[in-house]
């Protein structure tokens, strides 16, 4: 009995203790037991026993600025792996913090348990206590002491105070040592440092504790201001040290906005220049940050009178009588755009105006010169620009193309907008008198195979030999198109038919294609000193050669192309290669268009069969190959069909004429129109017509 008495009384001796303990620490209101600030939780039956199948579930919550603590003073309960029969759950804040069970002493409690049973500031605690159906023998539970306690902001770093802080019950509260202020954050101290000297004339700015390094989280703004017409001159003077890092941004800054214009902001230790603000209100505004040694700055002011600077706009100039290059107010001067410009927002190509120096340093009127402007050209058919929608004004260039790959400019296509807003070319001259031209690309066929000896003639592919043409009815023979209008064809073989329209067709190698190209006839133009005696039959072969126009021009594309026309510096031609749909073995008229190698001869190793010869004239044949009767009109050309490059395009030598009524007799070659002979009557004609 006296052993149960000194227990108990113990019991009451460490509660005494605990409530003490409490009272002093904690001091949240003026009568410590006034409000139910702390309390005991225990389990069901404590200190006799808990009951099988027994519970108990208990919350506590902290007001905003406190928490709340849990001291167990005794824990016994069943002994089990992982508690599964009786436990004791303590939760701050939802979250476990320990799932205990078996028996501890006060002196384990205090050591492993008790210092981590509190809540976060202005958080819950919470005590979940469960036995199973069974209990073996007798466990006591457990018992324990809550408190709400203040807690100390101060103590944690992230309270964000930059310097001094100052705890209270259920709060805490910032403030700032001697020299600084409290931001309107309530946690940042600055410097107070703003000065207003509008109407100060002339003095000297310098940072917070100059000479001495400047403090941390400094805001300072100093506001210069005079009357109108003047204007502040500010001078760095002494040392400049403004904290910066080191890839040059300003760790802390000194800016200087004046009202109007552009602000200037500085740092780093290179003492900046002397300048004028060109405005009679100044705001000079010194930021740092909360650390640095850096010792600030130290500048001089003074007012001086308003001037305005030239020139008034960019791509100007002045006219004026003052030498000087700043002006004082009230001064008139004339602006003048510079070459290539003229005055924006006129009707007329103005390039001058007046303009009078302002009080406030501006100009007044003010207007800018823009570039000249060319526009967009008017471009001939089958050219179009290079870029699409170039820029069109001073000194911006343009450059021309053809709109199809089987044409090409006829001279450089670039040109530059000048300053009296016309294009010009390269060599100087304007757009309307250097215009380029898409010409025909010429003497280019389809890459084929190529090879053997249009009599005895192989079979043509198709792009192989673009620029021949086909008369398939009566008169039936050949032609060259040497243009996207023009072709050229033997004298005989439209003599007569000058006022009809023929028909010729093109892009085949099938006379029966059904899908040939059909060419209608505008004009027929026979060389004027072809002698003639009746239709197709002259009185020789003599300038046998004819100029034809298309009704329409003609479309270009990979089985259709122009021929070129030779060089009057060509040499004579060795070999080419003749094509056509005339006759063949047996007198029969070939349906598809036939090409062979020939070689030229002197006009003395051929028979002419007593009719006449001429320097217009030269005669071709080959082994087994010649032209023949439907053949007229249509090309020998060179190189030999195969051996054709950019470089080496295909020129037409000649045109078939005439011959023997025998094709391929070895003794007799065939005679051909020869073309280089007749450039400038050809050339003279198409431009005539």
Known sequence: MKVKVQKQERERVLTLLIMIVFCVIVLLLPVCGSVPLAGWVQSPGHPRGYDPDSSLTWKECAPTGHKITLTLIHLDLEESLECEDDSLKVFADDELLFNLCGRKSMKELQA??????????????????????????????????????????????????????????????????????????????????????????????????????????????????????????????????????????????????????????????????????????????????????????????????????????????????????????????????????????????????????????????????????????ELPELVELSEKDPPTTYLKQISFKCKSQYYQLDKTGNFICNAEGNWVSESGQTLTEDLPKCEPVCGMNTDVSFGGRVFGGKPASLGQIPWQLFHKSSPRGGASLISDYWALTAAHVVDGYEETTMNWLGGLIDGQDTNAVTMETEKIIIHPNYKRVGKGKP????????????????????????????????EPVAEGTISGFGGVKGGKMSRHLLYGLVQTYPLEMCVSGGLPVTHNMFCAGGSSVDSCKGDSGSPLFFPSLGYGSPDKPYRLTGIVSWGPSDCGNESFKGYYTKVQNYLDWIKETIEKN
């Not at 890839?247 to 214009?261: F, R």
């Not at 705001?283 to 040694?293: K, L, N, P, V």
Request: aromatic residues 10%.
């Open 112 to 377: 492993s348990i008790n210092p981590f049973l509190h809540s976060f500031p202005g958080g819950c605690l919470s005590v979940s206590f469960l036995a199973d159906y069974s209990n073996p023998e007798r466990h006591t539970g457990f018992r324990g002491f809550y408190a709400i306690q203040d807690f100390d902001e101060c103590k944690d770093p992230d309270n964000e105070c930059t310097q001094l802080c100052n705890n209270y019950i259920g709060g805490y509260r910032c403030f700032c040592r001697p020299g600084y202020i409290l931001d309107p954050d309530k946690h940042t101290c600055q410097v107070s440092c703003n000065e207003d000297r509008k109407g100060s004339r002339e003095g000297v700015l310098i940072s917070p504790g100059w000479p001495e390094p400047y403090p941390e989280n400094a805001m300072c703004s100093y506001t210069l201001a005079v009357e109108e017409g003047l204007q502040f001159e500010l001078t760095f003077t002494g040392v400049f040290d403004v904290e910066m890092k080191e890839n040059g941004q300003c760790t802390d800054s000194l800016t200087i906005k004046p009202l109007s214009g552009d602000a200037r902001t500085f740092c780093g230790r290179d003492l900046p220049p002397f300048f004028l603000t060109r405005s009679q209100h100044v705001e000079i505004i010194f930021r740092t940050d909360h650390q640095g040694a850096n010792r600030g700055f130290s500048l001089s002011y003074r007012v001086r009178e308003m001037n305005c600077a030239g020139p008034v706009t960019p791509t100007s100039s002045l006219i004026s009588q003052h030498s000087d290059s700043k002006y004082p107010t009230g001064h008139k001067v004339k602006v003048k755009c510079d070459n290539g410009y003229v005055l924006k927002l006129k009707e007329s190509a103005e390039v001058e105006y007046e303009t009078t120096c302002q009080k406030n340093g501006e100009w007044s009127p003010v207007i800018p010169c823009e570039p000249v402007d060319c526009g967009s050209p």
């Open 539 to 570: 009185n020789n072969f003599d300038n046998d050669i004819a100029l034809i126009k298309m009704s329409a021009r003609v479309t270009l594309g990979p089985n259709i192309r122009p021929v070129c026309l030779p060089k009057k510096t060509d």
